[in-house]
């Protein structure tokens, strides 16, 4: 693995905990909260690093799937000033936040699921049982996720998306 796969690793774990930590400590990723804008700084970091690497050279999937999870986020932090989304603010801006971390775990499945266990990775591409389960059981996460998203948003958290204001 090259310097910047390394790095890349590396910093592509930190979303991962960051998102975790805020969905069980806030129930959503929320862009207004310190662990929230962690997530989404090291989320462009993982993004940007992303894009110097390639095992077919050149443009592929991954990258597109970076790009897409940056406009997610760029949604999901404009949300609140967009004045026509009215009450759906926060919905869209939980909702994007969320979508942003399903794409980040695409490509890293794929990757760690036909790289390891070294010597014998457990899948051979990105149509193998393997991979193609795993992401059906992430989607089907994603979807359970979002509804108790949804349901939380609808009974309890307030009506309008979080500002960008740092929690105190």
């Known amino acids: 693995m090259s310097t910047l796969g390394i790095i890349h690793t590396a910093l592509s774990v930190l979303p991962i905990l960051f998102g975790l930590w805020a969905f069980l400590r806030d129930g959503r990723i929320n862009p207004g909260t310190r ?3 962690l997530y989404l700084l090291t989320m462009v970091a993982s993004i940007v690093t992303s894009f110097g690497l390639s ?48 794409v980040l775990l695409i490509p890293g499945t794929v990757e760690t699921l036909t790289r390891l266990p070294a010597g014998q990775p457990l899948a051979t591409g990105p149509e193998s049982p393997a991979v193609q389960g795993t992401l059906g059981v992430l989607l089907v996460l994603f979807l359970v996720g979002t509804a108790f998203q949804v349901v939380r948003l609808r009974t309890g ?5 979080a500002p960008l204001a740092r929690e105190p």
């Open 35 to 37: 662990v929230g804008g």
């Open 55 to 102: 095992r077919a050279g050149g443009f592929n999937p991954g990258h597109a799937l970076g790009i897409f999870a940056l406009v997610l986020m760029g949604l999901a932090v404009l949300a609140p000033r967009l004045g026509w989304l009215g009450n759906g603010a926060p919905y869209v801006q939980t909702l994007a936040m969320s979508a942003s971390f399903l």
């Open 157 to 161: 958290a307030p009506r309008t998306a």
